[in-house]
């Protein structure tokens, strides 16, 4: 059974940072691309940043560009998401996910979500 579990959010000021973890089991990380989705209330679960199975290659939205940086530590099997200069529009719930392989457009597994806050 395929698990990934988010940790790592919290409540932090603007201009701060925070680093996301998602752990997984019955998967192995290294083969699967991983990505972080966020969902702010009231609007549409939106894709955030995406790393291939390799680790060499990775996507990320423009709202978080040059801010957000996805890793993958393969020894532990968890990916991370280091998130710096957060802004009050990063609020949201923030979600793994993974996919069978890296073009395709649906994710096979996702995680519950934890919530990262942002205060002005």
């Known amino acids: 059974q395929v698990q990934l579990v988010e940790s790592g959010g919290g409540l932090v000021q603007t201009g701060g940072s925070l680093r996301l973890s998602c752990a997984a089991s019955?998967?192995?990380?290294?083969?699967?691309?991983m990505a972080w989705f966020r969902q702010a209330p009231g609007k549409d679960r939106e894709f955030v940043a995406l790393?291939?199975?390799?680790?060499?290659?990775?996507n990320y939205a423009d709202s978080v560009k040059g801010r957000f940086t996805i890793s993958r530590d393969s020894g532990k099997n968890t990916v991370h998401l280091q998130m710096n200069s957060l802004k009050p529009e990063d609020t949201a719930v923030y979600y793994c996910?993974?996919?069978?392989?890296?073009?395709?457009?649906?994710?096979?597994?996702w995680g519950q979500g934890t919530q990262v806050t942002v205060s002005s």
């Open positions: 996910a993974a996919k069978s392989t890296y073009y395709q457009r649906e994710y096979n597994y």
């Open positions: 019955g998967l192995t990380i290294s083969t699967y691309p």
């Open positions: 790393i291939n199975w390799s680790g060499s290659n990775t």
